[in-house]
């Protein structure tokens, strides 16, 4: 959907209204909100419309000139301007509201600009980090808070933006080991993100000198290794009828293309598997088939009075480890589904 711009007459508060687009698979920019200062020009420009939401901010930044941060930060925004213009991004990611509101930072007007006139107009999206207030009401998608994973289905598209270190964005020498996420909690968040319909941002925060941590590098090196056996389940899914299983914790549905993915966080005791929210076709013999990914040959199942019974092969047969995939085809969601609480 293409967004659609207004802004105020001249002399009035600068606004700017956007239809904001929902985000496919995009690559990015990512932008930061200036010092705070004692008062700005986004209050009542005072300087007559010029047809040009960048001329406007021009005008802007020449009257601001006894406020050196301000000034410094519009210069900034101005650079955002060419950096779209070079690089097309098609998705702007701004940080942090600054505990001002959004016009305080003329976020308005770039986003007027941004969605009217920029070369990426009718492609590019943004989140939802513009002016105090905006998190979680406006954006083509939604980030609410660091590390917002919400577990359960979202009427609005929305990133868990997230980090491998439990406690901070920016690399800790002194930080222990249990402050990282395993490898098996990676998954987890993963798994839950992408079936509520979320996207994932992982952050590693170098060092000094740009250096990735080691302990950083294992993790996004073992999470890469998982997405190469298990990420049909992931890439360019959606979520499907369930979210997670009503019986078995830790398992979380995505689809696509017909077939129905089962992430598995655990592996079952004695191999078998129940699913409370998944049951097969009137025939599953002939229609339904089960497969995991990274395991070669299918699965045998049966339809329990819980559900669906599903027997895992051998841990060592399979290409895969810290989560499991099931592939489904032919099976339905159970109509007796009760929605289990978020893990």
Request: charged share 15%.
């Amino acid at each position: 959907m293409v967004g659609l711009g207004t802004v105020s007459p001249p002399n009035a508060k600068f606004e700017a209204t956007v239809n904001f687009k929902q985000p496919k698979n995009k690559r990015g920019l990512r932008t930061h909100s200036p010092p705070a200062v004692a008062s700005g020009c986004g209050n009542g420009l005072g300087t007559p419309y010029q047809n040009s939401y960048r001329n406007t901010l021009q005008a802007c930044l020449g009257t601001v000139t006894a406020q050196p941060l301000y000034t410094q930060w519009l210069g900034n925004l101005l650079d955002r301007y060419s950096q779209v213009n070079t690089y097309r991004p098609e998705v702007v990611w701004s940080d942090g509201d600054g505990k001002a509101q959004d016009w305080y930072w003329n976020s308005t007007v770039f986003l007027a600009w941004l969605f009217n006139e920029s070369p990426v107009k009718d492609t590019v999206v943004v989140n939802d980090r513009w002016g105090l207030g905006i998190n979680c009401h406006h954006g083509s998608f939604y980030t609410c808070k660091d590390r917002y994973n919400p577990g359960v289905l979202q009427p609005h598209k929305w990133e868990n933006c997230m980090t491998l270190d439990k406690k901070a964005w920016v690399f800790r020498s002194n930080a222990p080991a249990t402050d990282y996420l395993t490898i098996h909690e990676l998954p987890a968040q993963l798994a839950s993100t992408v079936s509520c319909g979320g996207n994932i941002l992982i952050n590693a925060g170098p060092t000094h000198d740009g250096r990735i941590p080691a302990i950083m590098e294992e993790r996004l090196r073992q999470l890469g290794w998982w997405l190469g056996v298990n990420g049909q389940a992931v890439y360019e899914s959606k979520p499907w009828t369930h979210q997670n299983d009503s019986l078995t914790p830790g398992v979380w549905y995505t689809q696509k293309e017909g077939t129905a993915y089962a992430i598995v966080l655990t592996w079952p005791p004695g191999d078998v598997l129940v699913l409370g929210s998944v049951r097969p076709s009137a025939v599953p013999t002939l229609f339904t088939h089960i497969s995991m990914l990274g395991y070669q040959g299918a699965l045998q199942f049966k339809a329990v009075k819980r559900g669906l019974q599903v027997v895992f092969p051998r841990m060592s047969e399979v290409d895969g480890q810290w989560a499991w995939v099931l592939s489904m085809r032919g099976v339905y969601p159970a109509t007796n589904h009760i929605a289990s609480v978020a893990e």
